[in-house]
């Protein structure tokens, strides 16, 4: 190892280290550690709220030092919090966090992904009707997914900035559609039915395999009504054909 490369690893190991050091290195320490927190509080506000500004300072001074940032850019960091908040003792009672992070990263992850073209609604009506179950739908690059025993979406809607933070139900389970509009994130509830079918789309199934996930019953419900819903949502982006073996 060169020298250079050595002193950078110290410098990076003394930065996240809680040992005493010198005066220039501990300027930088403090300035990290307020950056990748602030970053944190802003892309968890949920969290915080719920748990007040002294307890997330001190998870977050915690987090930080066992998670160093790995990229320039702090809107790649923090998609481990809701794991560490699983791990972190003082949050055991609160059983629910983790989830309300994960629902708030899967915002942050929305907020920041690509966009799409619009769907061709074109082509996917020249498609013959015995090809429609290898149909392969592609989801929009915003669209994330949450399922959650707890209510976790009535508590990230309660502490929105004009809420009191009362949620109106507490019981779960939730299971989250997270999509973007514009520059707007949005979260709703989706019946448990078109979670699993939306979650076979993101792993990729065709149509078809998506419908036999299902199960015939609830397939023929609510594929009738439920797709043609999420093409013009744009929560769907496209399409391709299956290639068959």
Not at 155 to 176: K, L
Request: with cysteine; hydrophobic share 45%; glycine share 8%.
């Amino acid at each position: 190892m060169s020298t250079l490369a050595r002193t950078q690893r110290e410098f990076v190991a003394a930065l996240y280290s809680e040992a005493p050091c010198e005066p220039g290195i501990e300027a930088y320490r403090r300035n990290m550690l307020a950056n990748l927190g602030n970053a944190l509080g802003a892309t968890y506000p949920v969290v915080k709220r719920l748990v007040g500004d002294a307890f997330f300072n001190e998870a977050a001074r915690r987090y930080v030092r066992a998670e160093p940032s790995r990229s320039g850019d702090l809107n790649e960091y923090g998609g481990g919090f809701a794991s560490f908040l699983a791990a972190y003792p003082y949050a055991r009672e609160l059983e629910y966090l983790p989830d309300v992070a994960r629902l708030e990263w899967a915002c942050h992850e929305s907020y920041h992904a690509a966009g799409a073209v619009p769907f061709d609604a074109a082509a996917l009506a020249a498609v013959a009707p015995e090809s429609y179950e290898g149909l392969r739908f592609v989801l929009h690059p915003a669209l994330r997914l949450v399922a959650s025993p707890h209510a976790v979406v009535e508590i990230w809607e309660a502490n929105q900035p004009q809420r009191d933070g009362t949620p109106s139900r507490t019981e779960g389970p939730d299971h989250a559609v997270v999509s973007r509009a514009g520059e707007l994130v949005h979260v709703r509830l989706a019946s448990p039915v078109e979670w699993k079918f939306l979650s076979a789309l993101a792993r990729g199934a065709t149509l078809g395999e998506a419908a036999q996930a299902l199960g015939e019953a609830h397939a023929q419900a609510f594929l009738a009504a439920g797709l043609a819903r999420l093409v013009g949502e744009g929560a769907i982006a496209g399409f391709e054909l299956a290639s068959r073996a």
